[in-house]
């Protein structure tokens, strides 16, 4: 009956440590993590801007940005690093723009932008 015991206390062990090993994957949307879901954003779902500052040798862009829903983030002005260094010359300060934005590892990072006209 001890081994039993011991068997079943080790099984579950096991069984919360691999669970709380998958939660940061799960957490951060990792499409590989077993049974995540990722929503997939809508042009809804895009913020409105605009450009105050593109810093091409930083990679970052200084957005007036309204709500950040996906971020609950208020509107403000502040600065963003881009996914892709491309982005930053498809726009210039002045520019209206609509972008997504997502917190990778505590660094905001715009992934998505368009030039409103």
């Known amino acids: 009956m001890n081994n039993q015991r011991l068997f079943f206390r080790a099984a579950g062990l096991a069984l919360a440590f691999s ?3 998958a939660m940061p994957a799960w957490a951060a949307g990792d499409a590989s993590a077993p049974g995540t879901v990722i929503a997939q954003a809508s042009t ?10 593109v810093n091409k040798e930083g990679g970052t862009l200084t957005l007036k940005h309204g709500d950040i829903k996906n971020l609950d983030m208020p ?12 982005m930053l010359d498809k726009v210039k300060a002045g520019d209206k723009i609509k ?8 660094k905001f990072t715009v992934t998505e932008v368009q030039v409103v006209q």
């Not at 809804?44 to 500052?53: I, W």
């Not at 972008?99 to 505590?106: L, M, Q, S």
């Open 19 to 21: 669970a709380s090993a």
């Open 44 to 53: 809804t779902d895009m913020t409105d801007g605009e450009v105050r500052k």
């Open 75 to 86: 509107g403000m002005t502040m600065v963003f690093a881009v996914k892709d260094k491309a």
């Open 99 to 106: 972008f997504k934005a997502i917190n990778d590892a505590g």
